[in-house]
């Protein structure tokens, strides 16, 4: 029930795991903007110090393997699209369908790029508690007006915590379907119907319940802030992510 | 000290809630609140924790009333839901149990030091990174417990604690409670299942339809107690003592 890996932080003492989040923040965002700013020359350099960053932390290859396979619909729907409505030099013609080499060239580039910002997102979620994410999304959002952080803090903290409740549930009302009515296929049309239903019925009660959880535990949304410890090699990090964001600008 | 004078509460579809209950708890004792579905065993414990606020009558603890100050009632009055999964909002054990100090505003060490403690009273220190929805049933109910505990309450209601456990995540949820009856708890459970938490009990209640049918001895109610849609004891029928689920 619970191999649900979205959101699953793996326990772990590696240099990333230990980084302050507020800084691992800040290094995601600079080498995302790297990947999306990279020309195709910087990439390899880019991807290859993704492959060796994902060996340094030791993380499951499986995990990766798993989240690209549920993100690969996506990711073929991105190349074929690029690919039919980049125009130039035709590679193939089927009537009114055409594929030019540049379509290939650009879809390939966009899907690459889009693997690697997957990539270091999975770092990030991989390696970070679920509490100092949401420490971070607190720090994040205290300086705009008119956001309320605790509060946006909090809703992050309770959906990492109940998505797994939701496959569970999920989990549950699909084998009560299969043994009742016999439908065996997980996607089915059908299944899907009598799936919603139930579902939402379920959220909703475990919303009401969960409200008066938090309120029997004197919930406000005053509430004792999460504390940050930035280290010396905190800001190293941020430095040297800096310094690859300028370096593939330049380039 | 718990004080219920004259308390009633209906609810939004008419359903009875309460109906004139008093009631007065001293301080350390052990109280079973049994009676069939609806008889407003689960409205009563809410009205403990100010969740619901008496309609009629006035609900007191150590003195603070909860229409007064609702935050120091729920500060003193800690309650462990019967779904465990919808109680748990921290998205690891440890973040869990900080969650009641961080809203009673405490500073961080303070936090930290009783997220250690109430870890540790309950038996899950070494789970304390562990993410929530893996925990078997009984450790479920016991970070719940550390939750609560967390807070420092004086007293801790128990919704039907021993629903779908087996027979070792009873063991160890009564363990719990005795604990915590032992360290001076006053402690009010409610439940279908009198068999397995009736030995230890100071007092037994029986509510019927919102009204409190019966109060006293455990040993006096129990040969009466089928007539409000409780089920007797074996052991009681049989006109033995009744018998604790740890031996």
């Known amino acids: ?123 990030f979620i991989t390696t970070t508690r679920p509490s100092d994410l949401k420490a971070a999304v607190q720090w994040l959002l205290r300086p705009i007006p008119f956001v309320p952080a605790r509060k946006a803090a909090t809703m992050v903290g309770l959906m990492v915590r109940f998505i797994p409740v939701l496959h569970q549930q999920i989990g549950e009302t699909q084998s009560a379907l299969a043994a009742r009515s016999g439908i065996r296929s997980r996607r089915s049309l059908r299944q899907i119907r009598y799936l919603i239903l139930p579902t939402m019925r379920r959220v909703v009660l475990a919303a009401d319940q969960l409200s008066l959880a938090m309120m029997a535990r004197g919930y406000q949304e005053k509430r004792t802030d999460p504390t940050f410890h930035a280290k010396p090699a905190d800001g190293l990090a941020v430095a040297v992510t800096g310094a690859v964001l300028v370096v593939t600008l330049i380039i | 000290m718990i004080r219920l004078d004259k308390v009633s509460f209906n609810y939004a579809d008419g359903s009875i809630g309460l109906q004139d209950l008093s009631l007065e708890i001293p301080a350390g004792e052990l109280v079973v609140v049994a009676g069939p579905n609806g008889s407003g065993k689960t409205t009563l414990l809410k009205l403990l924790n100010g969740l619901l606020l008496p309609q009629r009558g006035r609900v007191t603890v150590d003195g603070i009333c909860t229409r007064e100050d609702l935050h120091g009632v729920r500060q003193r009055v800690g309650m462990v839901f019967q779904h465990a999964d919808a109680q748990i909002v921290g998205e690891t054990v440890a973040d869990d149990v900080a969650f009641g100090p961080e809203n009673l505003l405490l500073p961080r060490p303070e936090i930290d030091a009783r997220v250690v403690e109430a870890l540790d009273s309950v038996g899950l220190a070494h789970k304390k990174h562990q993410r929530p929805h893996l925990l078997s049933g009984g450790e479920k109910r016991r970070l719940t417990i550390a939750g609560v505990l967390a807070m420092r309450p004086s007293v801790v209601v128990f919704d039907e604690p021993f629903s779908s456990l087996d027979l070792f995540g009873v063991q160890q949820v009564l363990r719990q409670i005795l604990a915590l009856k032992e360290s001076g708890h006053t402690l009010l459970v409610t439940t279908h299942d009198l068999d397995k938490i009736i030995a230890h009990a100071d007092r037994l209640l029986l509510l019927h339809e919102g009204r409190l049918a019966q109060a006293g001895q455990p040993n006096a109610i129990l040969p009466i107690v089928e007539q409000y849609g409780v089920r007797e004891p074996d052991v009681s029928r049989l006109g033995m003592k009744a018998r604790s689920w740890l031996n």
């Open chain 1, 1 to 123: 029930m619970a191999e649900l890996n979205f959101f699953g932080y793996h326990y772990g003492h590696s240099f990333v795991h230990r980084l302050d989040v507020r800084c691992k923040l800040v290094s995601l965002l600079f080498l995302t903007a790297a990947v999306v700013a990279a020309i195709p020359v910087a990439m390899g350099p880019l991807s290859i110090g993704m492959l060796l960053l994902w060996v340094a932390l030791q993380l499951p290859l499986q995990i990766l393997g798993r989240e690209i396979w549920a993100f690969l619909t996506f990711l073929l729907l991105v190349f074929i699209v690029r690919a039919l409505s980049t125009p130039g030099d035709p590679w193939l013609s089927w009537g009114v369908l055409r594929i030019a080499r540049e379509g290939l060239q650009e879809g390939g580039k966009v899907v690459w790029r889009l693997l690697m910002i997957l990539a270091l997102g999975l770092v």
